[in-house]
């Protein structure tokens, strides 16, 4: 047993909590990274990586099947679902590797492999019988697959993100519970797969659009390629070697599956950290009180970053405010506020649903535009989808949803003219190529312009037709 005297001890070596212990550390401050596992990032490990690399095989079945449309014939497609996951797991791999490498490029010293738990606001115990005294402390510890109580029971029947990719091969079946981003990818990747895929949802919504045209067209899009039962309560249970489900609410029905894939959300994860004994003031749902500008827990030595904060699960800000956390923990009691990036989230179905910046309020201005008849989208058979711009009244992009192909990359343009204040007019006044994607984007544009005092750009933006 020892005892560790440091500036800032960060409790989980994820994104965040690398991010806080870079961050800490460049600023002087001494530095202890705490985990129980130093086994590399959730994205690397069970994340966007592998999920990334289930879809790219699942993407290529499903266009080698619709080579037809272009005169291209090559003949029956099959899937070898033990190879695919293999090479999943080939590659995942060396994406763990590589994030585990950076522990290594730490100071001696650096990392303790343990699990924590608060014994005052500046005061840890780890399991390994050590304690550590810290002038500051930031909670990092990321978040957890929650299996709801009525699956737990279900055993090596019940998947997750965090245990579908170690599966030796594909299921002949697969029930999907969980409409938001990790089903509907998982659900789509698996179904093209050649999996018999239907995905549940207690919600009537999918993916988590906000705008009700834009809902619509991920419902019946996605619909077109699996059965989906949103609105619906399910029970389940162990019968002869498979799970047999019944759901009931919005559509009603009784099935045998030979796996389930429950996507119900991932909860923070504060096990065993002993939040009472930090003093700190919890939410209605046990999450710390924080500044997300500061990522302060209320006026404490305690900050908190990346998916525990159960705020804005995605990488980049799981970094950002990683960064943030750390810096401020090395300067306490100086703090520092710094300004967040604008909501930016990507489902990576196809199309993608790429959600941005602000949703509509009642001086929301509104730009749509259709892919079904967008000229590039023709061109490579995959015309669907659409795209709702909103703007403030003096036609300054104020945030965007998109569900047409290319979403993944149109909304980095777009994410960037909301960052930096952009109107719709200013995006027309740069140069579309034609025949791409992004000159979709021109439509909605133009809506905007024509609801605002901004004039549209003179010699620009000509209303040349979509597939023109």
């Known amino acids: 047993m020892a005892h560790h005297d440091t500036d800032v001890a960060i409790i989980g070596a994820g994104t965040a909590g690398l991010a806080a212990e870079r961050s800490a550390r460049r600023d002087g401050a001494r530095t202890l990274l705490i985990d129980d596992a130093f086994r590399g990032t959730l994205c690397a490990n069970t994340g966007c990586m592998p999920s990334k690399l289930l879809i790219a095989a699942a993407n290529a079945a499903h266009n080698a099947r619709g080579t037809g449309v272009f005169g291209v014939n090559v003949g029956h497609v099959e899937v070898d679902g033990?190879?695919?996951?293999?090479?999943?797991?080939?590659?995942?791999?060396?994406?763990?590797?590589?994030?585990?490498?950076?522990?290594?490029?730490?100071?001696?010293?650096?990392?303790?492999?343990?699990?924590?738990?608060?014994?005052?606001?500046?005061?840890?115990?780890?399991?390994?019988?050590?304690?550590?005294?810290?002038?500051?402390?930031?909670?990092?510890?990321?978040?957890?697959?929650?299996?709801?109580?009525?699956?737990?029971?279900?055993?090596?029947?019940?998947?997750?993100?965090?245990?579908?990719?170690?599966?030796?091969?594909?299921?002949?079946?697969?029930?999907?519970?969980?409409?938001?981003?990790?089903?509907?990818?998982?659900?789509q990747a698996m179904s093209r797969l050649g999996v018999e895929t239907v995905l549940f949802d207690q919600g009537d919504t999918l993916g988590g659009a906000r705008d009700s045209d834009v809902q619509a067209a991920?419902?019946?899009?996605?619909?077109?390629?699996?059965?989906?039962?949103?609105?619906?309560?399910?029970?389940?249970?162990k019968l002869d070697g498979r799970v047999q489900l019944s759901w009931s609410g919005a559509s009603s029905g009784k099935r045998a599956f030979d796996r389930v894939l429950v996507a119900t959300g991932r909860p923070p994860a504060f096990e065993g950290l002993g939040l009472d004994a930090a003093g700190l003031e919890l939410d209605e749902h046990g999450v710390p009180v924080f500044d997300r500008t500061t990522m302060q827990c209320g006026d404490t030595s305690v900050f908190i970053a990346g998916d525990v904060n159960a705020d804005a699960a995605v990488l980049h800000e799981a970094s950002d405010e990683g960064s943030v956390a750390g810096s401020n923990a090395a300067a306490y009691p100086s703090?520092?506020?710094?300004?967040?990036?604008?909501?930016?989230?990507?489902?990576?179905?196809?199309?993608?649903?790429?959600?941005?910046?602000?949703?509509?309020?009642?001086?929301?201005l509104t730009g749509c535009a259709s892919y079904a008849d967008q000229g590039r989208a023709k061109v490579e058979a995959r015309a669907k989808g659409l795209v709702r711009l909103y703007a403030a009244p003096d036609g300054r992009l104020t945030g965007a949803e998109l569900f047409c192909p290319g979403a993944d990359h149109m909304a980095h343009l777009l994410v960037h003219a909301i960052q930096r204040g952009e109107t719709a007019s200013d995006l027309l006044n740069m140069p579309f190529y034609h025949p791409t994607l992004e000159e979709g984007l021109k439509s909605a544009l133009r809506e905007i312009c024509a609801a605002t005092p901004a004039a549209r750009p003179s010699g620009r933006g000509s209303d040349d037709p979509p597939g023109a």
């Open 218 to 237: 991920v419902v019946n899009i996605i619909g077109e390629e699996l059965p989906l039962h949103l609105g619906v309560d399910v029970n389940v249970e």
């Open 335 to 364: 703090i520092n506020a710094h300004p967040r990036m604008p909501t930016f989230t990507l489902t990576f179905s196809d199309p993608p649903l790429a959600i941005l910046g602000e949703g509509p309020d009642e001086d929301t």
């Open 82 to 187: 033990q190879a695919v996951l293999e090479r999943v797991r080939r590659e995942r791999d060396k994406f763990v590797e590589a994030t585990r490498a950076s522990f290594d490029k730490l100071p001696a010293g650096t990392c303790i492999q343990a699990r924590a738990h608060f014994t005052g606001q500046n005061a840890l115990t780890l399991d390994n019988g050590d304690t550590v005294s810290a002038k500051s402390i930031v909670i990092a510890t990321g978040s957890y697959a929650r299996i709801p109580k009525p699956f737990e029971g279900l055993g090596d029947f019940a998947l997750t993100n965090e245990s579908v990719f170690e599966m030796n091969d594909l299921p002949g079946s697969l029930a999907v519970i969980g409409g938001g981003a990790i089903g509907l990818e998982l659900a």
